[in-house]
């Protein structure tokens, strides 16, 4: 069966720190991978898409970035972190027919 | 753009009551799915609709889709507390990599 992993759970990070969030996925070959952010009681916003390694798809114009450096591994970056980029990050891979998700990392920027 | 809107946004009822989330949706697709969140957790998947008509029960929940009216609804029969999450439907156009478009959740709280 298939498995979403994600680290680190939790994160408290000052801003202008970097950020760099893994994602990896085991139990299928060549999945879809999305990043999507939950701010505080909020919806889900979709950040990154990913169709294969090095194929990125980017949703909302701001300073994170990803990267798909494996087939089954998905990375979301940032050089200099806001306070605005504070929230649950919760990582998902597709198939044809759903998506499923990771248990999420929550990032808190000071 | 694809627009997913959920009412309501906050629902507080009684134990035992029923009563059903409804999810609309702006354009044509017969994918739609649920998905339920505790607080502070991650999603997780309750129903998978991929055609007109359907229908999906899991316990007090039941799910359905009618792609003519772009409309979903998710029925609670005899609501328990353990009900009690944030609620979100998602629509799939089938096109552009599997893209989900989300809804804004429906926050139920079930008063024991």
């Known amino acids: 069966s298939q498995t979403i992993h994600q680290w680190p759970a939790t994160l408290v990070q000052p801003v202008g720190s970097p950020l760099s969030l893994e994602c990896t996925v085991e139990?299928?070959?060549?999945?879809?991978l999305y990043w999507y952010r939950q701010a505080a009681g909020r919806g889900l916003q979709l950040l990154f898409y990913?169709?294969?390694?090095?194929?990125i798809s980017s949703e909302v114009p701001q300073n994170l970035s990803a990267s798909r450096p494996q087939d089954r591994q998905f990375i979301l970056s940032s050089k200099k972190l806001l306070l605005s980029d504070s929230g649950f990050y919760l990582c998902?891979?597709?198939?044809?027919?759903?998506?499923?998700f990771g248990p999420g990392t929550r990032l808190t920027v000071l | 753009e694809l627009k997913v809107e959920q009412n309501p946004l906050f629902l507080s009822m009684q134990e035992g009551k029923n009563y059903t989330i409804y999810c609309n949706y702006s354009?044509?697709?017969?994918?739609l799915y649920w998905y339920r969140q505790d607080p502070g957790k991650s999603l997780e998947s309750l129903f998978v609709?991929?055609?007109?008509?359907a229908v999906k029960q899991e316990g007090r929940l039941m799910a359905s889709l009618d792609t003519k009216a772009r409309l979903s609804t998710l029925h609670i029969t005899a609501a328990v507390h353990d009900l009690s999450a944030t609620y979100f439907c998602?629509?799939?156009?089938?096109?552009?990599?599997?893209?989900?478009?989300f809804g804004s959740g429906t926050k139920l709280n079930v008063k024991p």
């Open positions: 998902a891979w597709g198939d044809r027919v759903a998506q499923y």
């Open positions: 139990g299928t070959s060549n999945p879809n």
């Open positions: 990913s169709v294969g390694i090095g194929q």
């Open positions: 354009t044509t697709s017969d994918r």
């Open positions: 609709l991929l055609s007109n008509g």
């Open positions: 998602a629509v799939d156009t089938g096109y552009n990599f599997n893209k989900f478009y």
